[in-house]
């Protein structure tokens, strides 16, 4: 129900009486009404839904986060038994390069 | 793009579904609320990476899916009048009513256009005073701080032609209805973690106490929904039932302040009828009668609607969650993407367009073998 | 579709759907909508069950995206040409990287290019609006001039028509082309074969995006331009490097790579496995899809081609196409196979597998 992005803001001015921001997503940039996150700076991320930034996006707790992930299931070795689409997962390949020139895992 | 396609990392989603593995003992049935959630688990075949036991069931919360068909015929009757532009996201456009949809209205000539933002919708008002704006504003928590700025932003600017279609939903209530029903095999939810990005979740404690149920608000990335499914089976085996934060890089407990004030002075609750459920008591929010002038339904006195569902969908048993769309004998039948019965086909989140689309009438075995002779790629 | 042996003369300006020979009539839609042109399942029906009916003939059957016609001849004289014609609607005119101009030429040229023939000659058709700039008419007429030379095609016929104010959207342009076959080339939709290599091109959904860009209600800024070019230079180093290793071409426009895919694993009777991970996305198409809810694989692009080949070609021909200016992120992006016959299943970076479903009509962005 809700795609909402996280953004960079890159610009704030006031249009009409209302906070609004340029947020670059991944080199695309959209006006972005700023005006229910006052606290949300030039070079800060926010989250943006329809074209409202609904909240600044934390970006320590986002790291912090991620490493957590990182560590899971690190000393896992057993597959649980039948489960063959996890299987298959963890055999695929991780290729992320578009060229192709990258192995297989 | 930062901050989001580092939650989509394969490796890192495979040693935390080994990690789901390891804690889990028991077969245990997960709901999520959110259809955005769960349009990202069939894409992403999250649901194939959980142990055997641990079932999704998907939840009502496609705010497409469960806008009222009176509703969505009276928009179409909005906009086919002369002298409107009816302006909508692109989800609505192919929703079905009872004899039409969006799309063959502007194919016979209505003014229908899509936009990406509310506020697209109150500049086409402020650049053609000649005409009356419609912008349709369905959604949950997360879409109303839009919608009620446009109503705000249109009134301070004497923006008398623009009106606004309400159809707004509230997740707690839909939370208690489904586990107040009789039937109910939920036994843990994972919360839509923008509309708590709005709300905050000081509402879920009271719901986790009195059904002894754990909730954890959850984001849409693969890792984000794996670890909410994590924690929540962690719950489960411990017989906990607390509210959880897994998603606190963007919630906090008391939520975005400055829209919840404006959505109490903009909204107030309301009964609502949730398209293939039924009326759940306080569950809707519509225009406050400070803000009624602007309300689509009182400016154009639609009359002479008769609905009528098609009586084969089951979309109702999809949304509570009572069963999964292949089981609906109309399924990738008479009810296609195609040639949609029920607004869960139609929706990019219904369960029944994300099973459909995603292949989910291969079965299981076929799907799962697919690509196993990728050589090159 | 089984023949059809004389149907009746049906009342004029009403089709008689109840005598043709395809069981599933026109339904739904008495009238056009948006989506009948959006490149996806609406726009097929129309073809399978109005026009191809109605216009029966086997040049017409196999809808590949030129016909191949025979003119007759003995021997070595045998004329074996090519045909295809293509109109050009695009709003807005003018966009990142091109204009209908461009479009209009290189759009034909690829059509012609991805059925094996060297595009040859062109007729450009043109239907303006009342009140159309002339100006901007100038600059259309001169990206096409510019397009034709850089593709080494004549435009050696056309016409014009003007239409009232408020009908045209500005400027529609039409051109048809003619090429003529290679020899030893037997390319087609339906000649896709089980263990063929798929090769893309370049990075996909450019075009689409870059129109999104400037579309009004969902316009944003970025960097994002149009991939318009012509493929017939491209296309023939490929063909000179592997000839008849290479079963099926085509160059992936309205409906973007998955429509493309679907239609040949159709035509084929096969199935297609792609790896997501191996498909080339520019970053900024990639996040302007996100913004809008849009899956690339649906958008549409305009210099770009699909390669069918046999699996020991595959390395030739992705070098070659890295070697050339239009092909240098070229990839292999998956495979056929005898399984799941006319569906295209993705693997995903998580590992599992995702039909890609062929889309209804225009892809609609969305919020949820």
């Known amino acids: 129900m809700c795609l909402a992005i996280p953004g960079k803001v890159v610009g704030v001015s006031e249009e009409n009486g209302l906070r609004m921001g340029r947020v670059d997503f991944g080199g695309v940039i959209k006006r972005v009404c700023l005006d229910y996150v006052p606290e949300v700076e030039l070079g800060d991320y926010t989250i943006v839904h329809v074209g409202f930034a609904l909240s600044k996006i934390d970006e320590a707790e986002a790291v912090r986060t991620l490493e957590v992930f990182r560590q899971m299931g690190v000393l896992e070795e057993e597959l649980a038994d039948g489960d063959e689409a996890f299987a298959r997962a963890a055999a695929a390949p991780q290729s992320s390069c578009p060229d192709g020139s990258c192995a297989p895992k | ?377 | 579709m089984p023949e059809q042996a004389g149907a009746p003369a049906p009342t004029a300006g009403v089709p008689d759907f109840s005598n043709w020979s395809c069981p599933l009539p026109l339904v739904g839609y008495p009238t056009i909508v948006m989506g009948h042109g959006g490149g996806g399942k609406l726009g097929n029906e129309l073809v399978e069950h109005l026009f191809l009916p109605a216009f029966r003939n086997p040049a017409l059957e196999n809808l590949g995206d030129a016909a191949v016609l025979n003119l007759g001849g003995v021997g070595a004289n045998v004329a074996r040409l090519a045909m295809s014609t293509d109109s050009f609607v695009v709003q807005p005119l003018f966009f990142p990287g091109g204009s209908i101009g461009e479009l209009a030429v290189n759009g034909t040229v690829n059509d012609l290019s991805v059925s094996g023939a060297i595009p040859k000659y062109l007729s450009a058709s043109f239907i303006l609006e009342e009140g159309f700039p002339l100006a901007q008419l100038a600059a259309i007429v001169e990206a096409m001039a510019a397009a034709a030379k850089a593709a080494g095609v004549a435009i050696v016929t056309g016409d014009t028509k003007v239409v009232e104010r408020g009908h045209g959207d500005g400027c529609y342009i039409n051109t048809a082309g003619i090429g003529v076959l290679r020899e030893g080339i037997e390319v087609g939709p339906h000649r896709a074969r089980p263990g063929d290599a798929i090769l893309v091109s370049g990075t996909i959904g450019d075009h689409g995006m870059a129109i999104m860009s400037v579309r009004e209600g969902l316009e944003f800024e970025s960097q994002i331009r149009s991939d318009c070019a012509a493929l017939n230079g491209l296309i023939a180093a490929v063909l000179d490097a592997a000839g008849p290793a290479v079963h099926a071409m085509r160059d992936p426009t309205r409906g973007g790579l998955a429509s493309t895919l679907t239609e040949i694993a159709q035509a084929s009777s096969v199935g297609i496995e792609i790896s997501e991970s191996r498909l080339p996305v520019r970053t900024e198409v990639q996040s302007a899809c996100e913004l809008l809810g849009l899956d690339p694989v649906y958008v549409a692009n305009e210099g770009k081609a699909v390669f069918f080949v046999a699996p020991d070609a595959a390395d030739l021909v992705l070098a070659t196409l890295r070697a050339h200016p239009l092909g240098r992120d070229a990839a292999i992006i998956g495979q056929v196979t005898a399984e799941h016959k006319g569906m295209l299943v993705a693997r995903t970076a998580m590992g599992a597998n995702r039909v890609i479903a062929q889309q209804i009509g225009e892809q609609l962005p969305r919020i949820c």
């Open chain 2, 1 to 377: 793009m930062k901050y989001l396609t580092e939650f989509r990392n394969g490796e890192i989603a495979q040693r935390m579904a080994r990690e789901i593995h390891a804690i889990t003992t028991r077969p245990w049935k997960i709901m999520e609320v959110c259809g955005g959630q769960t349009h990202s688990i069939i894409k992403n075949g999250i649901d194939q990476m959980l142990p055997a036991g641990v079932e999704m069931i998907h939840g009502p919360g496609c705010p497409v899916c469960v806008t009222p068909l009176e509703l969505i015929d009276k928009a179409l009757a909005i906009a086919a009048q002369p002298g409107v532009i009816f302006c909508s996201f692109g989800d609505m456009l192919r929703v079905p009513g009872t004899d039409a949809d969006l799309f063959q209205i502007k194919g016979a000539g209505g003014d229908v256009r899509v936009v990406y933002s509310p506020l697209d919708a109150v500049e086409l008002a402020a650049k053609n005073p000649d005409k009356q704006v419609v912008f349709f504003g369905v959604g949950f928590e997360t879409t109303a701080p839009a919608n009620a700025m446009s109503v705000h932003v249109a009134r301070r600017r004497g923006l008398s032609n623009f009106s606004l279609l309400v159809s707004h939903v509230l997740v707690p209530p839909a939370i208690s209805a489904i586990l107040d029903s009789p039937g109910n095999k939920v036994q843990a939810f994972l919360l839509a973690g923008h509309v708590c990005s709005v709300m905050g979740y000081w509402e879920y404690p009271p719901i986790a106490e009195k059904y002894k149920i754990p909730l954890i608000v959850t984001g849409f990335e693969p890792l984000d929904l794996l670890d909410g499914i994590r924690r929540a089976i962690l719950q489960l085996e411990a017989g906990m039932h607390e509210v959880e934060n897994a998603y606190e890089r963007i919630v906090t407990y008391d939520g975005n302040q400055p829209a919840q004030k404006l959505l109490a002075e903009v909204f107030e609750v309301t009964d609502r009828a949730w398209r293939g459920i039924g009326v759940i008591p306080r569950s809707g929010w519509r225009l406050a009668p400070a803000y009624q002038d602007f309300d689509a339904e009182a400016r154009f006195h639609i009359t002479g609607i008769h609905t009528q569902e098609s009586s084969l969908c089951r979309a109702g048993d999809v949304l509570r969650g009572a069963i999964k769309p292949a089981e609906c004998a109309a399924f990738g039948k008479e009810c296609t993407p195609r040639h949609p019965l029920g607004a869960t086909m139609v929706s990019s989140e219904g369960a029944c367009a994300a099973y459909y689309n995603y292949g989910r009438f291969l079965s299981a075995e076929d799907l799962a073998t697919a690509g196993s002779g990728l050589t090159h790629a």
